[in-house]
């Protein structure tokens, strides 16, 4: 038996190496890519909707067409929205990773170094629908460059149970914070608190807790950037969550992410909640399976409306969300394409219909669209893309803003005192942390 | 080694490189380099990045520039970090009392003959064979703040009349947490202590029997200095892995409510992939590791001490 020695082996590797080099070199100076490679592809992050219909028309439908108008491999793939963070982090350090990624809020500047402009897109389409609102442009735009394009706004409204409030003597709901705590109080004490999650979640928990401050006139910063959050205001607001905390929420909220009040509404154990759309939309996707008590339809029962006022006026936080081109990916133009014709009107449309109202589209074109006139119960969400409030409040929503709400440093405040610490002291706890971030 | 004497055997004379190698300084650096290159690619390097992402002012995006200890000294003076430090003490320290006197206790019931044995230790590992994340969901469930089977069965028991707040209650949370690392680290404990108690041979107890010991005195006597080694062993893995878990909670809580379940792993994480401060980040990780050193060392050389002994 011929003996194998190392030196053959070694030479025999030398070989096929020589052998694929030269196939390399080959390729190389073609300066062509090889044919089974040739195919644009863009990779598009995006966040599981809450609508799951958008979610089968994305993927059945939606993108099959795509990739037949632009000749591009289309790959879109769809995670929890508390994983797009650590996603694009990801991403940005390894310098590889999905083309297109989904951004929550201020993401857009947190990330401005490692994202593409797409200035163009936005103006374009901006100009054709109407104009951008204000609170789409503040968040995606600095000023100069657009670091996401606008994709849509997750309206933040509470959804209510009709008959339980008519049943507990309340016709209307309530637009102040007194009595609004009225109203929780009655319920809880019929076994229907109102639920809200203080937990560490992206979209619930902020979207309470940030305007529920700004309604009592506390407010993160002031315009020059200085940290003004610990005022009696504040304090107030806090002191005032306890009471209301202890009076008509359920206490289970404080582990909630943005999924366990819409399970906790949807099987009946609470009134009121602030959520998106979903929770509504779908009692009208599987009207057999979601009943009142009573047997009826749970979705004629459910009526939507915005948080109360408090002394220094209404406000919304509602999620604002963009698609980000990162600076790493290797098919910008294929995804600037894409972008295009995703937001093509005829093509936005489609998704724009399977939200049926849980997205408000950025630009004003929409607002007065028919689908609103389709569902009165949704109507409420028509103005959150005009109305809503950023974060940074009086800043800007600027990467700051965004390490705040990324910490949960507002939310745990309220957290903090429903849990038993002072109002004043986890106030000054938050200034402290928000000092930290403000330098 | 077959390589080396192949050739020796068939009387050749061998060429000077493989000469060598019967050197036996040659011989060791030879073998031992493929794990030093291993070690070095895997656990050095990134640890030494570590320590100099540590240093310096890097964010996702924006590479930053040495700041010295600037970072340590930030998590010094942050309040959350201090809560992460004892949280991460208290859920260690608790467990591993938990896991040891709980895994010590099923495996002497374990080492008895009784049917069915073989196919109970099989079981016995199943939580340790789940992967983490899936059953924790499983325990998410259980815990849930509305759904909790836990309070329905003490409900219907007739033990509560209001739901328990597992999940959303600072307290609470952090024992659910511990509960479920207990349930997943006993079996470790039991199947490693059982193969420590079947090295202990049945004649020194039957002869302390025979002196007159109770089980008691034996257990004290001659089951516990014989399995000294293994368990210090056992408990010294057990301490490793639990100060620096992250799964658990981050599926669990995500360090909520209020932070009251943070360890180190975890806000470490929040810092440094959710909100982008890597250095930070990087900072609070590698606080974990002095901690961890002592120790380390500290029960190093106690096994050597019991082993010299």
Same mark, same amino acid.
């Not at chain 1, 910008?332 to 005829?346: N, P, V």
């Not at chain 2, 002012?57 to 309040?79: A, C, M, Y």
């Given at each position: ?439 | ?34 794990t030093?290159?291993?070690l070095?690619?895997?656990i ?44 991460t003490f208290w859920y260690t320290g608790v467990t591993t009392v938990f896991k040891l006197a709980l895994g010590l206790w099923l495996a002497i019931l374990l080492n008895r003959h009784f049917?069915g044995k073989a196919i109970i230790r099989a079981f016995i590992l199943l939580p340790f064979i789940i992967p983490t994340?899936?059953s ?17 069965? !003490? #409900? ?7 739901? =328990?707040?597992?999940?959303?209650? /600072?307290?609470? +949370?952090?024992? $659910?947490?511990i509960i479920i690392n207990i349930w997943r680290g006993v079996p470790f404990f039991a199947i490693t202590l059982l193969a420590g108690l079947q090295t202990i041979s049945p004649e020194l107890h039957e002869a302390a029997a025979i002196d007159?010991a109770r089980p008691w005195q034996r257990f004290w006597h001659v089951t516990w200095p014989l399995l000294m080694p293994v368990t210090l062993v056992v408990v010294l893995f057990s301490v490793i892995q639990t100060f620096a878990d992250?799964q658990l ?13 943070? !360890? #180190? ?7 440094? =992939?959710?909100?982008?401060?890597? /250095?930070?980040? +990087?900072?609070? $990780?590698?606080?974990m590791f002095?901690f961890l050193f002592i120790i380390v060392v500290v029960q190093l050389l106690y096994i050597r001490r019991v082993e010299t002994r």
């Open positions: 038996m011929a003996k194998t020695k190392r030196r053959n082996v070694l030479k025999l590797a030398g070989t096929a190496a020589v052998a694929s080099m030269g196939g390399m070199a080959g390729i190389l100076a073609t300066g062509r890519m090889p044919a089974f490679a040739q195919q644009r592809t863009v990779h598009w992050l995006k966040w599981v909707d809450f609508v799951p219909a958008t979610d089968a028309l994305l993927k059945r439908e939606m993108m099959p067409e795509a990739e037949k108008a632009l000749g591009i491999k289309i790959n879109l793939e769809t995670v929890n929205g508390n994983d797009l963070q650590p996603r694009i982090t990801a991403g940005i350090q390894s310098g590889a990773g999905p083309d297109l990624i989904m951004s929550f809020n201020s993401y857009t500047h947190l990330y401005a170094n490692s994202v593409v402009d797409v200035s163009a897109i936005a103006e374009e389409v901006g100009k054709r629908e109407g104009g951008i609102f204000p609170y789409a442009k503040a968040i995606c735009s600095n000023g100069k460059v657009y670091m996401g394009m606008p994709w849509a706004v997750i309206g933040g409204m509470i959804a209510y149970r009709k008959s339980w409030f008519d049943e507990a003597g309340i016709t209307k709901f309530p637009d102040t914070w007194d009595s609004y705590r009225e109203a929780a109080k009655k319920l809880k004490a019929k076994g229907r608190p109102f639920g809200q999650t203080l937990g560490h979640t992206f979209g619930d928990a902020p979207g309470f807790t940030y305007p529920y401050m700004w309604s009592w006139g506390g407010k993160e910063i002031d315009a020059s950037g200085k940290v003004v959050i610990n005022s009696k205001e504040t304090v107030e607001s806090v002191k005032f969550m306890q009471g209301l905390w202890k009076d008509g929420m359920d206490e289970g909220g404080l582990a909630w992410d943005d999924t366990n009040n819409n399970r906790a509404f949807l099987s009946q154990t609470i009134s009121a909640t602030l959520n998106g759309a979903s929770i509504y939309i779908e009692t009208l996707r599987k009207p057999d399976q979601y009943k009142t008590e009573k047997g009826t339809p749970m979705n004629k029962d459910i009526l939507h409306a915005p948080l109360p006022k408090g002394p220094a006026g209404q406000f919304g936080f509602h999620l604002l969300q963009s698609n980000m081109l990162m600076k790493y990916s290797k098919n910008q133009d294929a995804a600037k394409e894409f972008l295009k014709w995703i937001h093509a009107e005829a093509n936005y449309r489609k998704f724009f219909e399977s939200q049926k109202g849980f997205a408000t589209p950025c630009t004003v074109k929409w607002e007065s669209d028919k689908l609103w006139d389709v569902d009165p119960v949704m109507a409420p969400f028509k103005v959150a893309a005009r109305l809503g409030q950023a974060i940074g409040n009086a800043g800007p929503p600027d990467a700051k803003a965004q390490e705040v709400l990324s910490k949960y440093i507002v939310t745990d405040m309220y957290a903090k005192a429903v849990q038993g610490m002072p109002a004043e002291e986890a106030v000054k706890w938050a200034e402290a942390e928000l000092k930290k971030v403000y330098v | 080694m077959a390589v080396t004497s192949l050739p020796a055997a068939e009387g050749k004379r061998l060429s000077p490189r493989l000469r060598k190698l019967e050197d036996e300084r040659w011989l060791a650096l030879a073998l031992l380099t493929p030093a290159v291993l070095g690619l895997f050095a390097y990134p640890f030494f990045e570590g320590v100099m992402l540590s240093l310096s002012s890097t964010r996702v995006g924006q590479p930053g520039e040495f700041v010295g200890l600037k970072n340590f000294h930030k998590i010094w003076n942050d309040s959350i970090f201090r809560t992460t430090v004892w949280n049917r994340v899936l924790t969901f499983a325990w998410k469930w259980m815990f849930d703040p509305t759904f909790s089977v836990i309070n329905w069965t !003490l #409900f219907q028991l007739g033990f509560i009349t209001t739901r =328990i707040n597992w999940l959303g209650d /600072a307290d609470l +949370a952090m024992t $659910s947490i007159g992250f909670v981050y599926v669990m809580t995500g360090g909520g409510p209020a932070n009251a379940t943070h !360890l #180190f792993a975890t806000y470490a994480y929040q810092l440094g =992939i959710g909100t982008g401060l890597l /250095a930070e980040g +990087a900072a609070i $990780s590698l606080a002095p």
